[in-house]
């Protein structure tokens, strides 16, 4: 496990993700990965305080809903060519962090076709709200 977990201001944090979500998108600065879609995997971390997470009545509307990981995906992806797996892992994150229940937030992009002779590249970034 990475640090993130450890850090004291998630101490009382629920930690929900999303992981593998495979989208094909236009992505990349070199020519030939501009003439069409490639494969992303994207992962997401958010921390939710306990708090602002534990279900009273059983109801969605008491939580984070996982659409919601989704669909900011989907919606920053949908605006078109993204030359830099740092740029969509960047708004990805900050789009989620401003979400009123989340407190910080991972996110990790992967190019998993790339190269032949690795798995795959990508990013990571981890945010957290000021206190």
Request: net charge negative; proline share 4%.
């Amino acid at each position: 496990m990475y640090s993130a977990l450890f850090h004291s201001r998630l101490a009382d944090c629920r930690r929900m993700f999303l992981r593998d979500y495979e989208v094909n998108i236009n992505i990349g600065v070199h020519e030939f990965e501009k003439r069409g879609e490639q494969r992303v995997l994207i992962n997401v971390e958010l921390f939710v305080p306990l708090a602002q997470s534990t279900p009273q009545q059983d109801k969605l509307d008491e939580v984070v809903d996982y659409d919601f990981m989704r669909e900011t995906i989907a919606n920053r992806v949908a605006q078109g060519h993204i030359h830099l797996q740092e740029t969509l892992c960047d708004d990805v994150a900050k789009i989620m962090l401003a979400h009123p229940r989340v407190r910080a937030v991972r996110v990790s992009t992967e190019k998993p076709d790339v190269y032949p002779d690795c798995e795959s590249v990508g990013i990571e970034v981890f945010l957290i709200k000021d206190a």
